[in-house]
């Protein structure tokens, strides 16, 4: 795992080395139910995280957590699993050469369709727990303090059901609440309760929309996208699983559509992709489709 990308949950002590089957067998899950990919190198990362879980249910060892996981019929702990195993990071205008990109070039357009009665759709793809949507929508009303009242709004997903619980609560430790496009744009933010965390307004909250969506499963939504960020997420999968999104990425976008990814994230190979490079990891849908025999790399 990069610096950029390591996970601040502190370590737990392991209860007993996870055998080489039994991280093979984790991996597998990890893989066929969230196109992760989990390398030798992440084996320290995975049997802290399992320890953790292992106690809290209070199973004896890795053996018999793995055998309920693997026989529960209605997959609830397989999902826990998948829980565990993600990682949230994430922060308020994170890469902010995307948002500077956003206010300079993506948005003002949007908004003109939006103030003359069109409609503006978005999409955080990979949200984890709330920081990308709500920078975006924070953006869009520093934009347009009317945008509210408007056809634009945005949708939030995310694989992990425990993560977007906290990305709809939208509150955060205060030197969470950094990197602000403007000193204005504290207003976005409220203090909450005397554990002294703040809370993104209710009109910030109220322009986006969170569900649970795995980007391997069907995606349900029938409107096309102006915007998708899909950032820092398909970097934990395997090259083919990356492959296959950009075609459906590709379709899910309105014709000069914009797809943000992130920063150690590449649509390769671009020839025959159908999208353009536009700027650091910024990509722009073409017109027409992407070509199927376009080299595969
Ligand atoms: C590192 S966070 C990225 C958060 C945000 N996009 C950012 O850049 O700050 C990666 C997120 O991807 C989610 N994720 C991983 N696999 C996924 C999948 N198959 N479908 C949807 N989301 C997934 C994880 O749950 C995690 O919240």
């Given at each position: 795992?990069s610096?950029?990308i390591?996970d ?12 080489d089957?039994?991280?093979r ?8 139910d ?13 049997q802290?995280?399992?320890s ?9 060892d890795?053996?018999?957590y793995?055998?309920s ?8 702990e ?29 948005l003002?357009p ?8 069109g409609?503006v759709r978005l999409?955080s ?8 949507p ?10 347009d ?6 056809d ?10 425990a ?12 030197e969470?609440?950094?990197n602000l ?15 002294g965390?703040?809370?993104?307004t ?6 986006v ?7 391997h ?5 029938k ?9 820092n997420?398909?970097?934990y999968f ?11 990425f ?19 190979p ?16 073409d ?11």
């Amino acid at each position: 795992m990069s610096a950029e990308i390591a996970d601040p949950r502190p370590e737990a002590p392991a209860l007993q080395s996870l055998s080489d089957s039994e991280f093979r067998r984790v991996a597998a899950i990890a893989s066929q139910d969230a196109g992760l990919m989990i390398s030798d190198a992440k084996r320290m990362m995975v049997q802290s995280r399992l320890s953790r879980r292992v106690r809290a249910l209070g199973c004896a060892d890795f053996a018999t957590y793995l055998a309920s996981v693997e026989t529960d019929p209605s997959g609830e702990e397989r999902r826990a699993l998948i829980s565990v195993l993600t990682t949230n990071v994430s922060s308020f205008f994170r890469e902010s050469h995307h948002f500077d990109m956003l206010r300079s070039t993506v948005l003002p357009p949007l908004i003109d369709r939006a103030k003359s009665g069109g409609r503006v759709r978005l999409w955080s793809a990979g949200c984890s727990s709330g920081q990308e949507p709500y920078s975006i929508a924070m953006l869009i009303l520093e934009l347009d303090p009317d945008a509210r009242a408007r056809d634009v709004r945005i949708l939030a997903s995310d694989i992990d059901p425990a993560i977007l619980s906290k990305a709809r609560a939208g509150a955060y430790r205060p030197e969470d609440a950094v990197n602000l496009p403007s000193p204005a744009g504290r207003r976005f933010f409220k203090s909450v309760g005397a554990d002294g965390m703040v809370s993104v307004t209710s009109d910030v909250r109220s322009m986006v929309s969170f569900r649970a969506l795995n980007l391997h499963s069907d995606w349900p939504m029938k409107q096309k996208f102006d915007v998708i960020f899909c950032r820092n997420v398909v970097i934990y999968f395997d090259g083919d699983r990356q492959r296959s999104l950009w075609p459906r990425f590709h379709k899910a976008l309105s014709q000069g559509g914009w797809l943000f990814l992130g920063h150690s994230e590449r649509i390769h190979p671009i020839e025959g992709s159908g999208f353009t490079l536009q700027g650091v990891t910024a990509y722009r849908r073409d017109g027409g489709t992407p070509d199927p025999n376009a080299p595969r790399r």
